[in-house]
């Protein structure tokens, strides 16, 4: 301890005056007057000491100030009142109140009548003010009693009771109420209210009400534990006037659904995935409830699997739970529907045997389907596929020649109902076997020089050759379970298969070829372009081949296709890519994206998107409907740029020209800070086709999100984020 002056008044205080300093460990106390309270035998009275004048303590982690203080010389408590307090852990909570007091040997923080923040320092455009606000720095949370959300001066909402997580980043944005209105869906006022148990689990229940289709409270909860970090949403629905209206004679009032994801290792060998919902009653309930967006596996089926994952050395173990579930109410009589049922997976691996570059695999597999409807077949399904793999591989390309074996086996019972109803030309059988095998060669090269401009610049020419052949095997005898169409593009050319499933496997006698060119600036890719092609060597009998569950035939895969990706300067960018059908000798799909961005990040994008009929109906197969396989010549522009201060507004408009039919327009005005923004938007975007009316369906939508920023990072994180309210969200050119 150090001061400017030292007074003894014996018996009764010490007192130190001016520069006061106090020292104990990490902790440092600073004070203009010290005063130290003795009794009648020269003992700290009280065990207490009292500053006052520019009180000031801090250590790692906290920093208070205030007019006086009361110390704890033993148990290092104290109390500092008319207080300000600054905590610099993540994110850097501050604020001020009437008294605080540390407990716990600095472990808890307790503040009365005060208000907290994680602004900018002397910006505090919103706070938390509380009767009492306990923090706990070991579970990293805070409590408040009596809390009100203020943005500047203006309550948001209050609580008797709110816990705050300080673990998640932009907690308080799950917080804020949604306003919306849309023309198809009506009003939407939504108020979450928080919860939290601990450091490792928190969410919010949320009452939801829509005036045209009922009300619904959704609650979601998130925790972070040793085996992963997961996700629970329990939406329970009182009454969905839209689907009562389309549903009358199969549909009850009162409905819930279970939504789980999961992700986690644990001592490092088990893996465990969970991607899962339940639902009651029947699947068109799944409509207009709250599914995030990555549960759907593809435009038609949703996979609901738990999956525990072993993983040693040389081999694996998957073993899921798992069902499918369609999700498209205009096709779901075409489809089946899948109770959840165990799939094993067994994969071992063997590689560089007898030191040379090759490599045997071995993937097995048991699953069993059981369907919703007892009409369709109950089937079980063995799988063996061991692969040969030979690769060299080095700094100048590689070369890879890969033999499998595809051998499967079905056990396939009640099938006369779908024998009598489902395709009569083809039967199912009850037991099948079948063995495929399939040979791919592959090689790549890659040669690299300096450009003649500057050796600042090399370019980089990368061919690339695959032969892939696969035997036909008459496949009409076996149903079709998990297996759906995969579309073909730039990105996988080199697909073994089309199919995402074992139930289809497509007979091929193809060569694909891809040349790819790229030029770096040092470490910098300015330019990249890749031109591919499919070439099938023989005509294939697509007579016997169905896409999906539907009856059209799969045409044969022969097309030509190219992407590009140039970065013109540090401004401007330009995306192309394109698809053309050898087949129908046409331009199949194609896409051109110019976008330019400013220093201050102004956005201005242009695209163009162009796809025709056969290129639609190959890729939508099962929707009926003749309208959505119209030729779609679209063309589109977004813009997004700050006005004056801290006011930005975004826009977007996107056409049709080949049938002049406007497809999605949106228009939204943003007020932000550092601290916290709000956002108005508008939208009017097709949604349907009226048969009766001959004419588009639209929805009009309007609506008003505040959103708050935990620190300036969160603000700066995603500076496009305005850009995402339309059907087309953005996606940068870069």
């Known amino acids: 301890m150090s001061s400017d002056e030292l007074d003894i008044y014996y018996p ?33 009275l009280y065990n207490t000491l009292y500053a006052c004048g520019h009180v000031s303590y801090n250590n790692n982690y906290i920093i208070l100030t205030g007019s006086h203080a009361w110390i704890n010389f033993y148990n290092k408590n104290i109390d ?119 450091k490792h689990y928190s969410g919010s229940i949320s009452p939801c009400y829509t005036s045209n289709l009922g009300t619904k409270l959704e609650t979601e909860i998130r925790y972070s534990i040793k085996p992963g970090t997961g996700l629970f949403i329990l939406d329970l629905v009182e009454n969905n006037k839209m689907c009562n209206k389309k549903f009358s ?20 060998k088990w893996h465990f995935n969970s991607n899962y919902i339940s639902t009651t009653g029947s699947n068109n ?63 071992s691996y063997y590689d560089n045997i007898k030191h040379k570059p090759l490599n045997l695999k071995l993937f097995s597999q048991i699953t069993q389907f059981i369907p919703v409807n007892y009409h369709y077949p109950k089937t079980i399904r063995i799988h063996t596929e061991p692969t040969l793999d030979f690769s060299i591989n080095n700094y100048y390309g590689h070369f890879n020649t890969e033999a499998k074996l595809k051998i499967t086996h079905y056990r396939q019972k009640n099938i006369d109902h779908y024998n009598r109803t489902q395709y009569p030309g083809y039967h199912l059988q009850n037991i ?20 003649h401009i500057s050796k600042k610049y090399k370019r980089f020419l990368e061919p690339k050759l695959q032969y892939l052949y696969v035997p036909y095997r008459f496949q009409e005898n076996i149903g079709i379970y998990d297996t759906d169409m995969i579309h073909i593009d730039h990105k996988n050319l080199f697909r073994d298969t089309t199919y995402s499933g074992l139930d289809r496997i497509l007979p091929v006698n193809q060569i694909t070829g891809d040349i790819t060119i790229r030029c770096f600036k040092k470490k910098n890719e300015l330019f990249y372009a890749s031109i591919g092609q499919i070439f099938n060597l023989r005509q294939l009998n697509s007579e016997y081949i169905k896409i999906s569950k539907c009856t059209q035939k799969t045409p044969n895969i022969l097309l030509f296709s190219g992407i590009s990706h140039w970065n013109i300067n540090d401004h401007w960018h330009m995306n192309t890519e394109m698809q053309y059908d050898m087949q129908y000798d046409a331009l199949s799909f194609g896409t051109i994206i110019l976008e330019y961005t400013g220093k201050d990040n102004q956005v201005l994008q242009t695209h163009y998107r162009y796809a025709n009929k056969q290129y639609l109906e190959k890729i939508l197969p099962d929707i009926k409907e003749s309208i959505y396989h119209n030729t779609i010549a679209q063309l589109g522009v977004l813009a997004c740029y700050p006005l004056i201060d801290n006011w930005k507004i975004s826009c977007s408009y996107y056409h049709n020209i080949k049938t002049n039919q406007l497809i ?71």
Request: aromatic content about 14%; hydrophobic content about 30%; charged content about 20%.
């Open 432 to 451: 099948v076997n079948r063995i495929t095998p399939q040979l791919k060669i592959n090689g790549k090269m890659i040669f690299k020089k300096n450009t």
């Open 664 to 734: 999605d327009q949106t228009i939204g005005i943003q007020y932000y800070t550092p601290c916290w923004g709000v956002n108005i938007s508008c939208e009017r975007k097709m949604i349907d086709w009226n048969k009766q009316l001959n004419r588009n369906t639209y929805d009009n939508k309007i609506r008003l999100d505040i959103k708050i920023y935990n620190s300036a990072s969160d603000f700066k994180a995603n500076p496009y984020k305005m850009l995402d309210i339309g059907v087309f969200p953005y996606q940068h050119a870069l």
């Open 12 to 44: 009764n205080k010490i007192q130190f005056s001016g520069d006061v300093n106090m020292k104990q460990d990490n902790n440092v106390f600073m004070s203009d007057k010290l005063i130290i309270s003795l009794n009648e035998k020269n003992e700290v």
């Open 80 to 198: 500092i009142h008319e207080a300000t307090y600054h905590f610099s852990e993540p994110p850097p909570i501050h604020g001020t109140a009437n008294s605080i007091m540390q407990r716990g040997k600095n472990r808890y923080t307790i503040v009365k009548q005060g208000k907290c923040t994680s602004c900018i320092e002397n910006k505090n455009y919103w706070n938390i003010t509380g009767s009492e606000m306990l923090y706990d720095h070991h579970k990293h949370k805070i409590d408040v009693w009596n809390a009100c959300l203020k943005i500047k001066k203006i309550p948001i909402f209050y609580s008797p009771y709110l816990s705050l997580s300080l673990h998640q980043n932009n907690v308080l944005g799950y917080y804020i109420p949604n306003i919306k209105y849309s023309s198809k869906s009506g009003l939407i006022f939504k108020i979450p209210c928080p919860i939290n148990f601990s």
């Open 285 to 347: 309930y799944i409509e207009n409830v709250n599914i995030p967006t990555y549960t759907h596996s593809n435009n038609n089926c949703m996979n609901k699997k738990i999956l525990c994952n072993y993983t040693d050395k040389n081999w694996n173990a998957n073993l899921s739970y798992f069902g499918v579930t369609n999700i498209n109410i205009t096709t779901i009589k075409d489809y089946y529907n899948y109770n959840e049922s165990f799939q094993l997976e067994l994969n």
């Open 249 to 268: 004679s199969n549909y009850h009032n009162r409905y819930w659904q279970l939504y789980w994801k999961h992700n986690g290792i644990m001592n490092k």
